[in-house]
Every structure is written in C-alpha cells, then in structure tokens.
C-alpha cells in the first residue's frame, strides 16, 4: 500500500504494529481492508438525491491513521487479550480501602515484574482467597490489564455454563495450549470450587476438571514462553482437601472489610456525603464484604440522604445476619449467592 501511495503520511506502522499484537495474517489482512472500506466511503457522497457520486478521483484515496483506528473497533483477534470479559467482572473502578488492598495489589504487580523479568520464573501461580463478595475476581482481572501482557484469558464457571465436564476440561487445556504460543501471558481460573462442580451435600466435584487442573498447573511453559496464573477461591479448605495447594507458588488473602476507618475509606473514594459518618461506619455490621457494603451504600442512596437511620435501614432491608457457628471463613450472611 505505500509502494502504490494509498497510505497517508500520518500512517504510523510502528504504532499499528503495537495495537495488533495476537492477529493472524489473516485478521491483519482483514485489518487492512476494514481500513480501506472506511477510506472509500469517507470519499463517497451518499447525500445526493441522485445517488452516491464521489467527492473527489478515487485514485486519489488513501488510508489515513483514523481508518485503521476505526477499524480496530471492528477487527478483534481470536488470540489475544479477552478485555470484554474483564471489563465485564470489573464493572467501576477498584476501590481502595486501606493498606490491605494496597498491599495485594502491590504482591500482584511485584509477581507480575517478576514473570516479565525473571529468566528463572517461566512459571508464577498465584491464588486469591478470601470469603465472598470480597473482589478477589476484580482484583484479579484489574491486575491482568495492568499487566499490558499480550495474551489474557479467563476461564469462569459463568463462560461454561451448559457445558460437560469433558467439553469443559478441553476448553481449560485450550486455553493453556494457546497461551503457550505467546510469549508473556495471564490465565484467571476464577471460582475454582464451581469450576470443579463441587457440591456440599454428597459431597460431589468433577474429578476430570480437577485432573485436569493439577496436570496443567503444573506443567512449565515451553522455552522462552512465560505464564502467569491468577486463581481466585472461597473456600480454602476444598482446595487443601482437593490436593491443588501444592500447584500454587504464593497465596493473597483478600480480607472482608473490618474496621471503621475502612468503611470510611470506601466513603471518600466515592466522594459521598454522609451524614453522622461516624454513627454509620459504627452501625455497619463487620466483617462485610466490599461488594456487600457497595451494595449496602447504593440501596441507602436510593432512599435520598445517607444517614445512620437510612444506613439501618438498609441494613435490615438487606437482611443481614451473622452467619451460625461454622460458617465459610466466620462471614455475614448470605444476601444472594450470585453477589459472591
């Protein structure tokens, strides 16, 4: 194209180079021509009652930048980076709450450098757990895209859903045979107990998904290959008693929220007025999940003013209740198991 003049000068193919990483010959040429269908009709009038005419010579059209970036919106590589997948689990920006947060983060992207720069780290096994609606699946995917790592991937019980266990155990080896073809990449394994299909009462899991998990988290990547794997659980217990443990090089725990200061903490990240702020950090039930107290302050604005008579509220409306003796990690009650 540019031996024949139909590249604009402010056509930068290093910069091009940059935003395809992952696309096949083949979507790259797809690429090119989505370029140049949207070069041909900015040169057509279709305005015209008497039909389309052109606005200048089409010998004289070229692709410009603004082409190609309008057909990268259209273009997605099937080996790449799953971003819609991520900005689905991470639906508004992470909220810190405190030197708790700031230090998983900090672990995550320190063992993200690591995998990137360390010649003796081809390998990196990271498990996240803590009890629910905590974020250990948000934290997970925001680490992923800070990472800029050409190849991201998540493997969820909710992209599987309807499948058998051996459909699902291929897709889980797919993914790390793909990733292998990179040469820096993240997998998430998120909720690996209902990825198991593990049940309670029997109690029940599928062996197959869990055989196949311990064979490829183990399995170190092929010579100048590197992967990191971020895994998230609520029950660290199933995952001992299943034998994955030992397939883990470092284990995060992502807290329930404790202490007034943090919920405080939540407040002025969102830059919310609150009445009595005081009274309401000290009439919210702890420990509480990040997700539940987010859901806690968005039930109290629907009633107009955040205040501790509203927040109380709330907090029965919720129906929130410390959980019996012997509950998962000492938790709050349940609110709906789809909040987790």
């Known amino acids: 194209m540019r031996s024949h003049s139909r590249l604009a000068d402010d056509v930068d193919l290093d910069k091009l180079a940059e935003l395809t990483k992952n696309f096949s010959g083949a979507e790259i040429e797809g690429l090119v021509k989505s370029a140049s269908s949207f070069a041909l009709y900015g040169s057509i009038d279709v305005t015209k009652e008497s039909g389309a005419a052109p606005k200048k010579e089409l010998s004289n059209i070229v692709v410009r930048m603004s082409d190609f970036l309008h057909a990268l919106e259209e273009v997605d590589p099937a080996f790449g980076v799953s971003e819609d997948d991520l900005k689905d689990v991470i639906r508004m920006p992470l909220i810190d709450y405190g030197p708790e947060f700031r230090q998983i983060m900090n672990a995550g992207h320190t063992l993200i450098k690591q995998v990137q720069q360390s010649?003796?780290?081809?390998?990196?096994?990271?498990?996240?757990?803590?009890?629910?609606?905590?974020?250990?699946?948000?934290?997970?995917?925001?680490?992923a895209l800070d990472s800029k790592y050409p190849f991201i991937k998540l493997i969820s019980p909710q992209l599987m859903v309807g499948q058998g266990e051996l459909t699902k155990a291929a897709e889980i080896a797919k993914v790390f045979d793909d990733a292998y073809r990179s040469p820096l990449s993240i997998i998430i394994i998120d909720n690996i107990e209902r990825l198991v299909e593990y049940v309670a009462i029997g109690p029940r899991f599928s062996n197959h998904i869990l055989q196949t998990l311990l064979v490829?988290?183990?399995?170190?990547?092929?010579?100048?290959?590197?992967?990191l794997v971020l895994a998230t659980t609520s029950t660290p217990s199933l995952i001992r008693d299943l034998g994955l443990a030992d397939s883990f090089n470092v284990v995060l725990d992502v807290p329930s929220i404790t202490r007034k200061d943090q919920v405080q903490q939540v407040f002025r990240s969102l830059s919310l007025e609150v009445k009595d702020l005081d009274a309401v950090c000290k009439a919210t039930p702890f420990p509480i999940g990040l997700k539940q107290l987010l859901m806690l302050i968005e039930m109290t604005r629907q009633s107009g003013e955040i205040n501790s008579d509203a927040w109380a509220q709330s907090i029965r409306d919720a129906g929130f209740r410390q959980r019996k003796p012997g509950g998962q990690d000492g938790a709050l009650g349940d609110l709906d198991d789809d909040l987790s």
Not at 119 to 135: F, I
Not at 216 to 227: A, G, N, W
Request: glycine fraction near 6%.
């Open 119 to 143: 010649e003796r780290t081809p390998l990196m096994s990271v498990l996240l757990q803590g009890p629910p609606n905590v974020g250990k699946t948000a934290i997970a995917a925001q680490l």
């Open 216 to 227: 490829v988290l183990k399995r170190v990547p092929p010579m100048s290959r590197k992967l």
